[in-house]
């Protein structure tokens, strides 16, 4: 049976962004329609390790430029968010400790340390013996650590269910199906979306948030989209038992193999993470789980210690140049992509719906997204 259905905005993707951009939409008065082929937080956003960074990936100049606001939007979602839905999405400010066990990962630390200087984030240098004075469990393997404490962690599907729910609150819907292409009378007009099951819905906005699966966007847009999948996996570590000592209370990576130990202030903790290019495979695998967690142990003499209590595979969204597409399609007149945040998606969830909600509702946008702007992609090779 085919049905339609109507909102001021249509929303395609139900992960971090589509959901925070309901959410910011419905917080400026406008209808949305979540359109979603699986369920909310199915993808990445669900099973994400759930750290605001900027420099999981590429350090883009771009998208640095917009992490203090995002991250100033994510200390208000931490406030408003629970207090709406009642969720809490585990927003934790905690010291991150990035570790080197040879001299030329201490000399890449201290380059990092003077980059980041210049944009004026402050991060402390440590010796491997001030490094273990912050927690015990840090291996005499360390030689130096450089610390910070402007990188928080959050429950990534915890938040993106409560932003949906928030968003439900304001009047925004989801329905489930497999968007497979735009209604469009011809001039770069949408006016809906059309579903694998022949149902259709319609509105005066289309905002295209399909993370890795983006690039089928392309044919309906007949622009480019050059959005890949990049498989991630994640193992889980519980706790050992009481009276084992004291927990990791800090995040640790190691600057030579970008391998990484994250606490949870809600779940186990988490050892990440792996890069795999396999297609849209969703497996988790014995290889990358033993892989992680025999680099993990040279951060921390905790993770020989601890049980496995899970193991995920989820798809980052990889743009073809490292930086997101955020804004107005080329050729059309209300349709937008938010999308290919690669490895920060849920570090720039916020400023980039608040961004594309600005940009639907007022026609301006105060975030200055206009390097991330889908024009570029004209130029790129798919
Ligand atoms: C192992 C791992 C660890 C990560 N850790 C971090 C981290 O610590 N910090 C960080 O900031 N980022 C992290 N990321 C990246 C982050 O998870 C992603 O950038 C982010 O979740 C992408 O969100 P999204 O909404 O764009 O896409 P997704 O979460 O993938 O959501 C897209 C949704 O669109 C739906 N969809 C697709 N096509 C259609 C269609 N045609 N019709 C209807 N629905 C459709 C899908 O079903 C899916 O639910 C990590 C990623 C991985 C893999």
Not at 93 to 106: F, H, N, Q, S
Not at 159 to 179: C, D, K, N, W
Request: net charge negative; with cysteine; charged share 20%.
């Amino acid at each position: 049976m085919t049905t339609t259905d109507s909102a001021d905005v249509l929303i395609v993707g139900g992960g971090i962004i589509g959901c925070l951009t309901a959410y910011y939409l419905s917080q400026r008065g406008l209808s949305a329609i979540v359109i979603e082929a699986d369920g909310i937080a199915s993808g990445a956003s669900g099973t994400s390790a759930g750290w605001l960074t900027p420099y999981s990936h590429k350090n883009d100049r771009a998208m640095l430029a917009l992490s203090p606001t995002t991250l100033r939007l994510h200390a208000e979602l931490a406030e408003t968010l629970p207090a709406l839905t009642g969720i809490d999405h585990g927003y934790q400010p905690a010291p991150y400790l990035r570790c080197a066990i040879t001299e030329d990962g201490v000399a890449e630390l201290l380059a990092f340390q003077s980059q980041r200087a210049s944009e004026s984030v402050v991060m402390e240098w440590l010796s491997g013996e001030e490094a273990r004075a912050m927690s015990p469990w840090i291996t005499a393997n360390i030689i130096g650590a450089l610390r910070s404490d402007n990188e928080p962690t959050v429950d990534s599907y915890r938040l993106t269910m409560s932003a949906f729910q928030a968003a439900e609150m304001g009047g925004a819907r989801m329905i489930f199906g497999r968007v497979v292409g735009l209604i469009s009378p011809g001039d770069g007009v949408a006016t809906g979306v059309r579903m694998e099951n022949g149902s259709e819905a319609h509105g005066d906005a289309v905002v295209l948030a399909m993370g890795p699966w983006s690039g089928a966007a392309a044919k309906w847009l007949d622009h480019p989209v050059p959005v890949t999948p990049q498989r991630g996996e994640l193992v889980y570590l519980a706790a050992p038992g009481e009276g084992d000592g004291p927990e990791l209370d800090i995040g640790l990576n190691l600057v030579e193999d970008g391998s990484s130990i994250l606490r949870k202030r809600l779940s186990d903790t988490i050892v990440g993470v792996s890069k795999e290019y396999v297609g849209f495979d969703r497996s988790t695998t014995i290889g990358a789980r033993d892989e992680l967690l025999i680099n993990a142990a040279r951060l921390s003499r905790r993770v020989e210690m601890a049980s496995i209590s899970g193991q995920t595979a989820c798809l980052r969204p990889i743009s073809a140049d490292g930086r997101a597409y955020v804004g107005l399609v080329p050729g059309w007149d209300a349709v937008y992509l938010a999308t290919g945040h690669s490895g920060e998606g849920i570090h720039y969830g916020p400023v980039t719906a608040d961004a594309i909600a600005g940009l639907i509702s007022d026609g301006i946008c105060e975030h200055d997204i206009a390097p991330l702007s889908p024009t570029r992609t004209s130029t790129t090779n798919v």
